[in-house]
C-alpha cells in the first residue's frame, strides 16, 4: 500500500493543482529501460509518491534495489535524458520523493533544474537539493 499523502498548505495545494493543469515536459519508461548509472540523489521532495501520482499521473512501481523495496518511476525529458523518482517503502521517510539523475553526469545542478522545470515541481516542495546545504 502507498504512503498517505503529505497534508500540504491550501495556497500550496493550489499552486500544485494549478501545475497539474499544464502540459508537463516528461515522459514516463518502464524501469526496464533504465539505463546504467541512474543512482545520483538530486533532490528530496516532500511529497509522497501517492500525491506525485495524483499531481503529476506519474505511476510508481514497486521493486527491490540493493537497499530494499521502493517505489520507483522512471522518467525522460523531452530530449529523452533519463531521471527517476524512488521512495523506500520501509524507510523512515517513506512519505518523501526522491529525484535520482545519471552519476556520470558533469553537470548534476544543470540535470536537477532540467528535471525540475519537466516536473513543474515548486521550490516550496524541495526539502533538499544538490549544492544546498
Known amino acids: 500500500m502507498a504512503p498517505d499523502i503529505l497534508k500540504v498548505a491550501p495556497e500550496l495545494d493550489e499552486k ?68 527517476a523518482l524512488r521512495s523506500y517503502l520501509r524507510g523512515p521517510h517513506s512519505d518523501k520523493t526522491e529525484l535520482v539523475g545519471n552519476e556520470c553526469s558533469m553537470q548534476p545542478q544543470a540535470d536537477l533544474k532540467k528535471f525540475l522545470a519537466a516536473l513543474q515541481i515548486p521550490d516550496e516542495v524541495i526539502l533538499w537539493s544538490i549544492g544546498k546545504s
Request: net charge negative; charged share 30%.
Open 16 to 83: 500544485l493543482k494549478s501545475r497539474n493543469k499544464m502540459g508537463f515536459r516528461f515522459k514516463q519508461l518502464h524501469l526496464g529501460d533504465m539505463e546504467f548509472g541512474l543512482a545520483k540523489e538530486l533532490a528530496v521532495f516532500s511529497l509522497s509518491p501517492q500525491a506525485l501520482s495524483e499531481l503529476r499521473g506519474i505511476r510508481f512501481e514497486l521493486t527491490k534495489d540493493d537497499l530494499d523495496y521502493v517505489y520507483a518511476a522512471l522518467l525522460a525529458t523531452e530530449d529523452d535524458q533519463q531521471f
